[in-house]
Each structure stands twice: as structure tokens, then as C-alpha cells.
């Protein structure tokens, strides 16, 4: 592929990108204008020369047989059930978000054309995930000193949940706190990293406002991680940062505590949401026949969940119980391999890009462990990344 393509088609998908987080929702009701034309940016984003080389040379790679399998097997089903078009697409589209790796990532010969593609996509998730939660506080229009007293939602577009806000938060800051020299202008650098610190803070505002429990402490642990382990090399750098932190603390302390006390009242009421329950839900639906056990009850299927309030829905809230009930043990088995190549990358990333990886790593955890994120084209980016950077690269 000519480098002047390949430029167009990472322009494609950042046109994409930023559609995403300006004017669309992590899960939108209907499909508009917006999502068409996201679609259709993604469509001229896609690698069609890494597609035709996987298909004739890695026909046997975990990616590649969950992205067929997820097309027939689990389509076969719905059709089988006669579930409705709506619902069939509704399950479809996620699940092509969730294999977009396969679609857009680059067939790139040197590393450095991998790290420049990767590096250049995650500034532009970033910037996604930043407008997203500026669009959360427009939307709910509260002063951020309520932020520690009451919780706020964003009338169901959980913009604040998209895989893309925990990455775009750990992202900023650790760009903010990068320690080493920039390579413009002073001043113009303080102004970046002041750019970057003032969108980590917002979305941790956002994420106190609406009470991401386990996303809020992700983001610290991450921020906390990578101090520590610039603290190994830069001792004075990571003492200073603790007086700053201590600092940001004390004048923040009644937010912080409130917020706080607000996160652990939700978990003394809800705990885990039902997932347990659901997920045994899940399973009294499927084990009513053996072909729904072994093949899954098809996209567009629902059942009766206590985690959204004793309604019938088509979702579950982990990835493990969505994949049982749509695609039955042979997909669990099939999708297993696909994350078990994504953990595996993860795991390659953490020891080479430590600061990225730390930025990606919530979002992926969240997504294929406690949320249903993974239906979100952000955790298709996200794991794009992982891939791009973490996977073992045979072209």
C-alpha cells in the first residue's frame, strides 16, 4: 500500500473518530445522519491489503475466526428464532465494532510505522474522550461545586461511559506529567501539559458526577502506577508530584470525601448490579434446549434480567454472559481465544510502551470484565491500539 493511501485512510478513520466524540453517543437509540456518516468513514478507513493478507496467510488467527464465526454462526441462530431485523442489527453492528481491529489496522512493515499510527489515533481518542465529557456537563448543566453531593445522569447517553473517557483521562494526565523535555518552547510546553491537566480534570469531574465506581479508581491506580514507576529513575521528580498531589488534595478534600462517601453508599445498595443474577438468569434461558447451550440463542435474542430492572432486554452488562447467551460454549470457547490474544498483547504492551499501556489498560479491563462497553466502537479502538502495538506482527 502507497504511504499517500495509507495517510488517507488514517485520515478517514480520524474524521471518524472525531465525529464520534463530538456529535454521537457511546449507544445511540437511532441510527441518524451522524452514525452514517461514521460508518461510512470507518468503511474508506478500512486496511483492505492487511484484510487480504490475513485471509490468505493467517486464516487461523484468533481475530479472524471470532469475526467469522460472530458473522454466521450466531446470524444462523436469529434467523432460526425469526428474531426481529432491528434487534438482529442492534447486535450485529456492536459485535463488528468489537473485531474492528481486523478492519482498520495497518499492514505496517517497520515498528516505527506501527508506534506512528497507533500514537497518532490514541491523540485523537483522547481529544474524543475529552469533548465527550465537555458534551456530559453541557448537557447536565451542574455547577461543579454539587460535584461530592449529588449524582448527575446525561438523560441515557452515557457519555461518560464510553471506553474512550478513562483512556482519554489517564492519557492527559500522564502526558501532563511527562518528564521528559519537550521539544518546542518552554512556554508553549507548560501550555500543553496545562491543556492536557485541565482535560484529565474534567473527566474526573464527569466520573465523580456520575459515580463510575470502578472506572474512578482504575484511573488513579493507573496515574499512581506510572508515578511510581518514573519514581525509580526521577526520585526528586516523583517527591515534587507528591507535594503537588498532597496540596490538590487538601483544597479538594470535601469534593474528594464526598464523592467518596457517595461511591461507597451506591455499592452498599447495589454491590455488583445483579451480575451474578443475571448471569444465572442467562443461563436457566439457554439450558432449555442443547442446541441454544452449544450454538446460543442467536444475535437479537433476550431474556428476563434482574440487572435492568426485571425487563426484557438483549444486552447483559459483562462480556462473558453475552456471549453465552448469544453464541452459546462453542463462541464463549471461539471469543475466548480472541480475548485471550488481546490479554496476551496487553500483557507485551506493559513492557514496552509502560505509559500507553497504562492509559489503554482500564478501558480493556472494564469492558471484557464489569461493563458492557465492549459493544462500544470505543473499545474497538481501544483494542485496535493494543493490537496495533502489543500484537505479534508475521507481515
Known sequence: MSDQLQTHKIRFLILAIIFYGVLSSPTPDVLTWVEALIAVLLILSTQMSRLLY??????????FIALVY?????????????????????????YIYFTLPFFILPRCNTPDQREYWAETICFWMAFAGVIMCLRFFLI??????????????????????????????????????????????????????????????????????????????????????????????????????????????????????????????????????????????????IAQSPLTVIWGNGWGAKFYSPAAG????????????????KAGLIGLFIIGRYIFMLCSAMWRLFWTKTHLALALFPSFFLGITLYPTFKMLGFGLIVSVILGLGGRHHD
Open 310 to 325: 426485571f425487563v426484557w432486554v438483549r444486552y447483559t452488562h459483562t462480556l462473558f454472559s453475552y456471549v453465552l447467551f
Open 54 to 63: 490475513t485471509l490468505h496467510h493467517q486464516p487461523k488467527e484468533p481475530l
Open 70 to 94: 460472530g458473522l454466521s454462526v450466531p446470524l444462523f441462530m436469529a434467523l432460526y428464532h425469526a428474531h426481529t431485523t432491528n434487534d438482529i442489527w442492534r447486535d450485529v453492528l456492536p
Open 140 to 285: 447536565v448543566n451542574m455547577p461543579l461545586h454539587l460535584i461530592g453531593e449529588q449524582q448527575a445522569g446525561d438523560n441515557l447517553l452515557y457519555l461518560t461511559s464510553s471506553p474512550l473517557v478513562p483512556f482519554a483521562c489517564i492519557y492527559c494526565f500522564l502526558k501532563a506529567l511527562q518528564i521528559e523535555r519537550p521539544q518546542f518552547f518552554i512556554t508553549k510546553g507548560l501550555i500543553a501539559r496545562a491543556i492536557y491537566a485541565f482535560g484529565g480534570i474534567m473527566i474526573v469531574a464527569a466520573l465523580a458526577a456520575t459515580l463510575q465506581r470502578a472506572t474512578f479508581a482504575l484511573v488513579f491506580l493507573s496515574v499512581a502506577a506510572y508515578v511510581l514507576h518514573q519514581a525509580r529513575y526521577r526520585p526528586a521528580y516523583a517527591y515534587g508530584l507528591l507535594f503537588v498531589t498532597v496540596i490538590a488534595l487538601v483544597l479538594t478534600h470535601q469534593v474528594l470525601l464526598g464523592t467518596v462517601s457517595m461511591m461507597w453508599s451506591k455499592t452498599l445498595k447495589v454491590f455488583d448490579n445483579s451480575r451474578l443474577y443475571e448471569l444465572r438468569s442467562v443461563w436457566d434461558h
